[in-house]
């Protein structure tokens, strides 16, 4: 049983998390083993986020005021909450993973930028690349017309060499 203090340093990181948070996405862990609850949150932590189970009341104590408050309002059972810091993206597409693998882990819903999620946008998130892979097509695509003009430029050194061309 958590006394009024640790019930309150609790609520204070939520909120602290909920603030800093770019998204957050509701799901759960409850019924899957500990290695496997384990693995989804080493996962959601590699991708700079952080997965927090606690007592419903308490999420909603911190929630108040915000826009997770909808979010978090009509919560009956165990349920987690996962906090994306840097790529929302990379976070979703984790916990999709996860549930993919593990039947339990549900993706439920969401809050990106302010804004709530249903369970088929927070999937559809999840589809998408991740930020570096975004980054790479982006560099790619500027690259792309440097590379054909370099290997046009080679072409024409090699014609030259061979005395294909005057």
């Known amino acids: 049983m958590l006394n009024r203090s640790e019930k309150d340093a609790i609520i204070q990181d939520l909120k602290t998390d909920i603030g800093r948070a770019k998204a957050i ?48 309002a009509d919560l009956h059972g165990p349920h987690a909450l996962a906090f994306a810091f840097e790529d929302p993206a990379a976070v979703a597409k984790s916990l999709k993973e996860a549930g993919a693998s593990l039947e339990l882990v549900d993706l439920k819903g969401g809050v990106l930028d302010g804004q709530m999620l249903s369970k088929a946008q927070v999937k559809q998130l999840a589809d998408l690349p991740s930020r570096d892979q975004m980054l790479g097509t982006l560099l790619a695509t500027f690259l792309a017309p440097v590379s054909a003009f370099a290997r046009v430029l080679f072409a024409i050194q090699e014609k030259k060499e061979k005395g294909e061309l005057a």
């Open 25 to 72: 996405f509701l799901t759960n862990l409850i019924g899957i083993t500990s290695n496997d609850a384990v693995s989804v949150r080493k996962a959601v932590r590699d991708n700079n986020g952080k997965m927090v189970v606690t007592r419903n009341t308490l999420f909603k104590k911190a929630a108040a005021g915000t826009p997770v408050e909808a979010l978090v």
